[in-house]
Each structure stands twice: as structure tokens, then as C-alpha cells.
């Protein structure tokens, strides 16, 4: 068997141990004579796998029972829509962050949404800085009595993350897409947190949304009822055909988070593997980094070469040596090398070997 360090951003590397069970499970589901690809979302043996999912990521943030977990579709991309359409009241202001490119994104989405009185209120703009940083809090300009404060927790693209999340008066709306379950947080803080799952959780196809439970009532009547988060909350994400197959895959990743010794366990791992090639782009001069030290991502390590024809061969070399997908994001181009929980810290030493002898040969 082959397996190669996979450095995509998502979908992203998976636990080997996680993908082995998967297998052994897939034909005959526990002695039920059938794979859970063909078991009925209604019945007790995919019931018992939701159930599992929910409760794991409800005690790995350690959440009680003010918050709700859902399941839903349509990539974190949906949720910059159903955020402001269930968020967002008639006559009120939102804030976001406007950090990098997916920030743009949901900011972009919010103003489509925000008609009739709504409106998009831009609290702190360092999109176009470089190298890329979040705001400090004193930076963010919020309205008082925001319906809510909207900030991406990580950056992909730009490879930035905020080291502490502001606070805010008004709920605080996260997209963790990049960052989830990757280090401790106070998740109590949060209205609510989405994440498409296919970095840190899983396989893409389902996303998680956290939401404090008074805010999933906050709909207006004009808003689908499919697209109402608390049309799911209600019926526990099984509304409609959930994504069994890629849930069961969270249930099994949250698992296996949980078996390393949970957040303050996978964190400290997390920090050592970004340490390792934030220390390897420090010591060179051939390789400049592209985010404020301050502003680093422990997730996605973005960083540039002399020369795009330079970076192009670094690239293509790395590939050669298996370290695949590290090729920066198209529309900001360099390196970047997405090293979610599930990366293992071997990789990140073979990169760090792989930078000193292309240097070496090269620089
Ligand atoms: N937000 C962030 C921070 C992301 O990294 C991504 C995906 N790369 C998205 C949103 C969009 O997610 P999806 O493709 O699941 O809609």
C-alpha cells in the first residue's frame, strides 16, 4: 500500500487508522449484512453513528446543552448565506472581519441577503495587507447592537488565524472551516461556528454548524424552511436525507480526536508540527513566509521562493519525493503546505529536509 504526505487544503489528509476502520466496516456493517452507504437514515444502526458525531464534537468543544450540533449541506459556502439570512433582522447591522478571501466570500454573500433595511457593516479591513495579519481587537470598528460579529477563525488561502478570537458584545459567528476542533477554544463564547468538514473532520459532503439554541429561532418568516437552522435543530439534523456516509467518517475522526487526549492534545502537536516549518522558513533567506509572524497559521504554512519558475520546480521535485499538493492557492500562488490535525508530524520533517536540500541545490 501507498500512501503519500498529502499537503491539500481540503479534502485533506485522513487518519490512516480512521480510513483502515472505514474499510474493515464497509461491506457488512457490523454484522448487519449490509455497508452503511446502503442503511436507511431512519434506522438504529445509522441513528446510533448521528447520535455518536454529534455527542463527540459536543464534548470535544465542551458544549452543554445550550448549543445545538447540526449536520447540514452546501459547503461552509451555504452558510455565508443561511448565517445572515437567519441572523440578519430587518433594521439591523452586521459585522464582519474582512481578513483574506474567504471572508470576501461570506461578506460577499451577506450583502446579497442584506435587503430591506439590513445592513453589512465592514468592522475592520486588512484583506490587501502584506505579508496578510488579522486586526488586533482595538482595530475592529462594531456597531453597537450588531445582530452579530462575523470573523473567519482561519484564513486558508493567505494562511493567517487569529491567535484569539475578539470579544464582542454581539453573538460571535465563526467560520472554523480551516481550523476546527485544531486547538482548545472557548466554545461557549460562540453563537455560532460552521465548518465544511473535509479539512479537519472528514470527507466533504457535510458541514458542521454549532448555534447557540435561542439564536436558531431568530429566523424570519420569509426565510425556506429548509434553510431555517432551526428546522434541523428541531428534528436533529435528520430534517431531511442527512450525508450519512460522510458523518459516520466525523463520527470516526472525532473519535479518534478524542483518543489522542482531545483539544489541548491534538493543539500542542498541531503548534510543534507549524513550529517546525515556521523554524525551517526562518532560518533560510531563500524562503520568505507570507503572513505577519503573529498572524501565522498553525494550519495552512504559506510561504514564497525567489522566483515563480523556482517555486513551479519546488513543486514538481516535492511531488517526485511524494509531498504532494503543496502548490499554493491559484489566486495567491507560492507554497502552501495544509497541515490539518490528521497530518502527521513525519511529514512535516520530510518537508523541512525536503526545503533544506532544494535550498542547497538551488538557492
Ligand atoms: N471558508 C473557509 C475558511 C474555507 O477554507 C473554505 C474552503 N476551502 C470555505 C469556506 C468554503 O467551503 P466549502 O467548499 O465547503 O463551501
Known sequence: ???????????????????????????????????????SHRGAAYEAVHEEAATNIRALLGLGDDHAVLFLQGGASLQFAMVPMNLLGRGETADYVHTGSWAKKAIAEARVVATGGRAVNVAADTSAERPAR?????E????????????????????IQWKELPHTDAPLV????????????????????????????????????VIRKDLAERAPDDVPIVLRYATHAEKRSLYNTPPCFAIYMVMLVTRWIAARGGLASVGRVNRDKAARLYAAIDASSFYTGTAAPDSRSGMNVTFRLPSEELEDRFVEEAAASDLIGLRGHRSVGGIRASIYNAFPVEGVDALVGFMREFERTRG
Open 1 to 39: 500500500m501507498k500512501r503519500v504526505y498529502n499537503f491539500n487544503a481540503g479534502p485533506a489528509t485522513l487518519p490512516l487508522e480512521v480510513l483502515e476502520e472505514a474499510r474493515a466496516e464497509l461491506v457488512d456493517y457490523r454484522g448487519s449484512g449490509m455497508s452503511l452507504l446502503e442503511a
Open 134 to 138: 488579522v486586526p488586533a481587537p482595538a
Open 140 to 159: 475592529l470598528r462594531l456597531t453597537p447592537g450588531a445582530a452579530y460579529v462575523h470573523v473567519t477563525s482561519n484564513e486558508t488561502i493567505e494562511g
Open 174 to 209: 465563526a467560520d472554523v472551516s480551516s481550523d476546527i476542533l485544531s486547538r482548545p477554544v472557548d466554545a461557549t463564547r460562540f453563537g455560532l461556528l460552521y465548518a465544511g468538514a473535509q479539512k479537519n473532520l472528514g470527507p466533504a459532503g457535510v458541514t458542521v454548524v
